[in-house]
């Protein structure tokens, strides 16, 4: 969510709510979480941050990895009162989301989470932002691809609420498309995306991000807040990569990602552990008032 993506706003994907998809990724993976594969291309030790919010990535290689997925627990939120959007009453300038991406052929997406108004049972949409709802974007491409936003549609099946555990994944598995799933507390959300960008094969970077987003700053500096997105647990994160005709989860090691806490390191903190490090897991808060 950190590029100006000028994005049209509608909804393109396919929903296939609660149904199996053609497409499974094998549950194997290295013999070991430490290894590398021959020519892995390493990450980058730095990565420059893009300005406009409060965001922990994890970022890849520039590598033929085939998506990024993890497990993980839904932060609590607490939110700033002086920090009300006062063109839309009842929503804040901050708004957190748990999300993963990727770019490839210079096409930059996002599959996730964000914090979401929802259909009150008087079929009106509140006011409020009151749940997490599945999102997917992407920018424009080359090829004369449009920008796109889209959302699942706003009813009890796609809400996600703090502190449940989810799964979520997406792959590229054919060309121009991916695979995006959102799974976990008896819910399901399931689509296919068009990204003219991804090909199986190429190369490309993979990431997971949880932000606290701010609304119409994107460029721009991140704006003081006492907004607070805490405990956040993912349990595990891997890539996929194709490995001797098959493919598999390869866990997100320390040695396989660039560290991005942005603006500054002082507004994260993070918690793992020894074990934690070796398959992408870890605890994070974002305290926009700083630790």
């Known amino acids: 969510m950190k590029q100006n993506y000028n994005y049209i706003f509608f909804l393109t994907c396919l929903i296939i709510g609660g149904t199996s998809c053609s ?13 590398f594969f021959k020519n892995e291309v390493k990450p980058e030790k730095f990565i420059e941050c893009f300005p406009g919010a409060y965001y922990r990535k994890v970022n890849s290689s520039k590598d033929v990895w085939l998506g990024v997925g993890g497990t993980v627990t839904l932060p609590q939120l607490s939110f700033d009162q002086t920090r009300k959007n006062t063109k839309k009453p009842g929503q804040f300038l901050d708004n957190p989301s748990v999300y993963l991406g990727g770019n490839m052929g210079d096409q930059e997406t996002d599959f996730g989470l964000v914090w979401e108004v929802i259909r009150e049972k008087d079929g009106k ?8 709802r599945p999102f997917m974007r992407r920018s424009e491409h080359i090829n004369g691809q449009e920008p796109n936003y889209a959302q699942a549609p706003p009813e009890d099946k796609y809400y996600w609420y703090p502190g449940e555990k989810v799964t979520m994944y ?4 054919e060309p121009h498309k991916v695979h995006f799933v959102i799974e976990g507390a008896g819910k399901r959300f399931e689509c296919d995306y068009d990204c003219e960008g991804y090909i199986p094969g190429e190369l490309g970077t993979f990431k997971r991000v949880n932000a606290i987003d ?8 991140a704006q003081a807040t006492k907004t607070k997105v805490l405990n956040s647990r993912w349990d595990e994160s891997y890539y996929f990569r194709k490995n001797k005709d098959e493919i598999v989860k390869v866990p997100i090691h320390e040695g396989r990602f660039t560290d991005m806490r942005c603006p500054d390191t002082h507004f994260f903190e993070i918690i793992s552990t020894d074990e934690d490090r070796k398959k992408g897991a870890e605890t994070i808060s974002i305290n926009g008032n700083g630790y």
């Open 125 to 132: 949409l509140s006011k409020e932002r009151k749940a997490f």
């Open 23 to 35: 497409h499974k990724y094998r549950t194997s993976s290295p013999k070991s979480v430490e290894a």
């Open 170 to 173: 997406f792959q590229v598995l």
């Open 214 to 221: 701010q609304v119409a700053n994107e460029g721009k500096p």
